[in-house]
């Protein structure tokens, strides 16, 4: 059993923000905080004061999780960036909102004595015996606190204020991790105990001006006279609220959502998934009496979208999501009367087709625009076709004949549109044998249903309208016009290059419509786009014949790895110094390059900047050691080594300096079957950050070499089974355990109870409340057990476990 905290947080946009630059504008981003760590960060709008960016993340916060800030911020090219404001939201206000946070913010200051983060190790007690009696303080020591200084670290003491004295423990040095172990006394006198309070206060010792605030914790003291207390306590700032500037520096529009749940084994889940599968296995029986019937009546549009992601998934890993899109398809088409509405809504066929496609085809989707996006990206032209919105100065040659037309602006677009979509046309028709043969089997029977529902001669351009629909106007119209939402760019577009890729997407979305309405209606500008679109329709129909031309549509559908629809997470990302292991000799000091990494849960990837394009990238299953490097060994503390096997067996070592190991050594160690002992690993002797897990779980044979002046290595990550794949039960099951084998499919549906299996003679509806009631029990009874790894013994708690019992789900990467 695991027990997991998701925090879905998505940064849709801003709005009047302030101007940073010199030329009346800013370029913003965003930086989203977990409790004062950076966890992820936004691409640069340029040049925007109402930027957009519909960027989302879902973070493993598998320790919980206190508060979320984003803050705003405006890049610069020389000196450092300017913070605009921020928006906190604590987990009690997200807790709150049982469907999540979804409005406009007020970005507020950012005040530096509330930037505080970090933690402090006290003990604190007043003896039973003595006259006067004695408060005793022992400061033990304090870690992961907010760098004050320009070299990334504080000079840290503390002052600890009662009963109106004050004491101060020694400065350390250049370190976020001092330890004091520094006992300081307080003589208390009779009656100051009722409403006296003990306060400690970590401060910043700076030799030029003023301290800088670290954070502080309060004690009441008739508590510490009644009870020991003794502990790490998180350091919180000074207490008062928040400035309202009025709106003054903008507002940030923000969709965040909290998810904590407890994952089962596999097997708890499998009379669900075969409850939900009945439909395409016992096709006979009626439509509207199924489980999925039942979900698509009580879902509404808020979470059809998530429903729909989470039926995909599942069915992909049983091998039948084929069968569910048609199932979904055919209840679709007997609702609808008018072939021109046809899957225009948001339907829960709709919404699962269009997620089905992006799990499945975005590998096909990167190879067929990922040229032509690239190119308009580098060549930034100016490209304009509506006439209120056109630039004649951006038009002007290097010439002495100054500005261009009308006319001529609209002549040059036409032909830089005509080349762009000419490109992206040829890339889609030739792409057949490209395009995945699980969408085509898909496609070709969506198109048979489409011709058994309209068979009439005045309806023959409804078969290619239903493709067309799924595949230009919410794949391919999508892609072009939002390229970092797909992966295709790492940074959104400039002002100009968004013009041209939303013209661009326009042309597309007119060829999924075949044509129709083109230039009609609200944007008449568009008209002379006709005579290029036409030819180019033409072609499409013969792409869409050709793409559904698959010999049959039970093309062996096998189950999909979960790793092809597993979220891509970012779980930490920051500037590191790394280098790669050359050879058997030590690396010189000055080895280490800075780079941007990334820490996903796919993959640690790196570049020279967040901007950069070209990246390494080390694959999360390919790691087989992450440990701490002794400080001698380089002459650098927090020195970490990642070992990684190659597809050859090769084994490669890269050395990254991050402060400190622990955050980032945590983070990237894949997940063990088994939990142990948090322990400091043996590099230096002395550990300075948090502690750091060890594996001495694993078997030696899956442990790998350490390099030279390596701690201990960590092991190998073990075999992921498709049921770690999704974070929220029961929906979190998304691959379905075990897939069912060929026999197991056909075979006859016979009258069971909901533990033994579901049964086609039975009402669904019952059978799904006792499938999920069943589901409960088994919380309960693992809850009362504290995590046992076995299901429970007691036949009414558990369903009946399969022939080929599944293993318990792995623990998602935490941060």
């Known amino acids: 059993m695991a027990k997991t905290t998701s925090l879905h947080c998505r940064v849709v946009e801003g709005k009047d923000l302030p101007a940073k630059d010199v030329s009346g504008s800013s370029d913003p981003y965003c930086v989203v905080k977990v409790d004062n760590e950076v966890v992820a960060r936004t691409a640069t709008v340029w040049k925007s004061l109402n930027p957009f960016w519909g960027e989302e993340y879902t973070l493993r916060l598998p320790h919980g999780f206190r508060s979320l800030a984003v803050y705003v911020l405006d890049e610069d090219t020389i000196g450092q960036d300017d913070v605009i404001g921020k928006v906190s939201l604590s987990r009690q206000q997200i807790s709150a909102e049982p469907r999540g946070v979804d409005s406009w913010l007020s970005l507020v200051p950012v005040d530096p004595d509330e930037e505080v983060q970090g933690e402090i190790h006290l003990e604190l007690g007043v003896p039973e015996r003595g006259h006067p009696r004695v408060l005793r303080c022992h400061l033990i020591e304090a870690r992961d606190l907010a760098p004050r200084d320009p070299s990334g670290t504080s000079d840290p003491f503390a002052r600890v204020l009662c009963c109106g004295h004050t004491l101060e423990t020694a400065v350390i040095k250049k370190t976020r991790f001092p330890r004091w172990d520094e006992v300081l006394e307080f003589e208390l006198a009779e009656g100051e105990l009722r409403e006296a309070v003990l306060s400690v206060e970590l401060w910043d010792w700076d030799i030029v001006g003023k301290n800088d605030f670290l954070g502080r914790v309060e004690f009441p003291l008739d508590t510490i006279c009644t009870e020991p207390t003794k502990g790490w306590f998180q350091l919180l700032p000074f207490p008062g609220g928040t400035r309202d500037c009025g709106g003054q520096l903008g507002a940030l529009r923000l969709t965040v959502r909290l998810e904590e749940d407890t994952v089962l084994p596999a097997l708890y889940y499998q009379p669900l998934i075969q409850l939900l599968t009945e439909p395409v296995l016992c096709p006979g029986q009626p439509p509207a009496g199924t489980a999925l019937a039942i979900l698509e009546e009580v879902t509404s549009g808020d979470s059809r979208q998530d429903v729909a992601t989470k039926l995909v998934k599942i069915f992909l890993g049983q091998g039948l999501a084929v069968p569910l899109l048609d199932y979904l398809v055919t209840r679709e088409l007997a609702r609808t009367t008018d072939p021109n509405t046809l899957f225009r809504s948001n339907s829960l066929a709709s919404k699962s087709m269009e997620q089905f496609m992006k799990v499945v085809g975005l590998p096909y989707l990167h190879e067929v625009l990922k040229p032509v996006v690239n190119r308009i990206f580098e060549e930034k032209k100016y490209v304009e076709l509506d006439p209120d919105k056109m630039e004649l100065s951006r038009g002007r040659r290097i010439s002495f004949k100054g500005s261009l037309s009308e006319a001529q602006v609209r002549e040059s677009s036409l032909e830089l549109l005509k080349g762009y979509l000419g490109d992206v046309v040829d890339a889609i028709v030739g792409s057949v044998d490209k395009c995945p043969l699980l969408m085509r089997v898909a496609f070709k029977q969506l198109r048979r249903r489409v011709e058994e529902r309209f068979p009439s001669q005045q309806h023959e351009e409804v078969r290619y309208f239903a493709i067309s629909g799924f595949l230009f106007l919410r794949f391919f119209a999508p892609a072009v016009l939002t390229p970092k939402l797909f992966s295709l760019r790492e940074q959104h577009a400039d002002p100009r290059t968004s013009r041209t890729l939303l013209l661009l997407a326009k042309a597309l979305q007119s060829i999924g419509n075949l044509g129709l309405q ?219 355990g075990t897939p069912w084998t060929p026999r197991q499919r056909r075979r006859p549906c016979t009258g069971t109870s909901s533990r033994q299996g579901p049964s086609c003679d039975e009402p669904a509806g019952g059978r799904l409340q006792a499938v999920l009631r069943d589901l409960d029990i088994a919380h309960d009874a693992f809850a009362r057990r504290d995590g046992a790894p076995g299901p429970p013994s007691s036949p009414t708690t558990a369903p009946r476990p399969s022939t080929t019992p599944s293993p318990p789900m792995a623990p998602p990467l935490a941060i």
């Not at 779980?571 to 780079?595: D, S, V």
């Not at 955050?663 to 088994?674: D, K, V």
């Not at 060890?694 to 092991?715: D, L, M, V, W």
Request: with cysteine.
């Open 518 to 736: 083109l230039g009609q209606g609200k944007e008449p500008w568009m008209a002379p786009l006709h005579g290029i679109l036409l030819p180019s329709v033409t072609r499409v129909t013969a792409f869409l014949d050709s793409l559904v031309a698959v010999e049959s549509t039970e093309a062996g559908e096998e189950p999909v790895p979960p790793a092809l629809f597993q979220p891509s997470a970012t779980i930490k990302e920051g500037y590191l110094h790394t280098r790669t292991a050359g050879g058997a000799a030590l690396l010189p000091r000055f080895a280490f390059k800075k780079r941007y990494f990334w820490l996903s849960s796919e993959a640690l990837t790196f570049s020279k900047s967040p901007e950069w394009q070209e990246r390494c990238s080390i694959p999360v299953p390919q790691m087989r050691a992450v440990e701490r490097v002794d400080e001698g060994t380089f002459q650098h503390p927090h020195v970490m080594q990642i070992v990684a096997q190659d597809g050859a067996g090769e084994l490669h070592t890269t050395y990254i300096q991050c402060k400190p190991t622990g955050a980032w050594r945590g983070a990237t160690l894949p997940p063990c079957p088994r939990r142990v002992p948090r322990s400091c690993g043996s590099g230096s002797g002395r550990c300075d950050g948090p502690a750091v897990p060890t594996r001495p779980c694993c078997p030696p044979a899956t442990r790998a070499p350490s390099a030279p002046g390596a701690g201990p290595a960590a092991c190998s990550p073990p075999a992921r089974h498709p049921g770690a794949a999704g974070p929220t039960a029961p929906w979190c099951w998304v691959s379905g």
